[in-house]
């Protein structure tokens, strides 16, 4: 028997791009068969649409609403909710798991953190740093920017990634041993980009979020719960946007050809 989890979810609350309620969603993964949920909003230095004005406690308990209207609704129907978020740099996003609304108000120094400076605070209160949709492409970006050092597993499965942005993810954590994770990246209560609805199943139920945090460092309990050729290795494999690969340091370096760092 394996459990069930949704990784990366938005909500209207918080994220300037979500189109559902925290607790629309419960229902729907809870008849899905899912055992829990963890709400993933942008925070204030991404697609955020807490206002900026506010004071930082006011700005935090604001981007909270989502998730613990979700977690009241789940605690009623038996869906576990837990609590993370979405935070962005430059073109790159990164999704935080395993630390709290306390540690947010104690930390209001984050968005001035660099790559480096972001990975080692949240390593050393015990969270986990997960590059998300790594190889995406959109029209708003004009890179790519990997950051295999700068965080502990790779989204190597994102809903509203095409699928050879997916593989290229993959590609490259399978290669490099980096732990990988999936998610429905979803905004919208039964709605991705691929019609999908992906996430993660673990052996055991999850008993808080340090588990999900202990399970994705260690890379094993648990498998990915995505279409079963979704990352299936094609040949010739490339991206369109140019790609720069940052190293322990976090300097870049240009990639001329993708397949040349696989």
Same mark, same amino acid.
């Given at each position: ?8 979810? =938005? ?33 204030? $230095? ?71 400076? =972001? ?27 990997? =950051? ?9 499965? #994102?809903?509203? $990634? ?16 980096? &732990? ?10 039964? $709605? /991705? ?38 990352? /299936? ?5 490339? #991206?369109?946007? &140019? ?6 340091? #976090?300097?870049? =370096?240009?990639? /001329?050809?993708? $397949?040349?760092?696989?």
């Amino acid at each position: 028997m394996s459990y069930l989890y949704e990784t990366h979810l =938005h909500t209207v609350q918080a994220s300037a791009c979500g189109k559902s309620r925290g607790a629309d969603y419960i229902p729907f993964y809870k008849k899905k068969g899912y055992t829990g949920i963890i709400v993933t909003d942008h925070f204030f $230095n991404g697609n955020t649409c807490v206002p900026s004005h506010l004071s930082w406690e006011e700005r935090v308990e604001l981007f909270c609403k989502g998730y613990e209207e979700a977690k009241a609704e789940g605690d009623k129907l038996g869906l576990q909710v837990f609590f993370a978020w979405e935070c962005r740099f430059e073109g790159d996003e990164f999704l935080v798991y395993g630390l709290d609304k306390e540690w947010l108000l104690a930390h209001p120094d984050i968005l001035e953190w660099d790559h480096i400076t =972001h990975y080692k605070k949240i390593k050393e209160a015990g969270g986990l740093v997960v590059q998300a949709h790594p190889f995406r492409e959109r029209d708003y970006l004009d890179r790519v920017d990997l =950051h295999p050092f700068q965080c502990d597993a790779w989204e190597v499965a #994102n809903a509203g $990634n095409p699928a050879y942005q997916d593989r290229l993810a993959y590609r490259y954590a399978r290669a490099h041993s980096i &732990p990988m994770t999936a998610g429905s990246d979803i905004h919208l209560v039964g $709605n /991705t980009s691929s019609g999908e609805i992906y996430g993660i199943a673990f052996d055991k139920p999850l008993t808080s979020i340090k588990d999900y945090v202990s399970y994705i460092k260690t890379g094993t309990g648990y498998h990915l719960q995505v279409p079963d050729d979704l990352l /299936t290795l094609k040949p010739d494999m490339s #991206n369109q946007l &140019p790609v720069y690969l940052f190293d322990q340091s #976090n300097r870049e =370096h240009f990639i /001329t050809d993708v $397949n040349t760092i696989m």
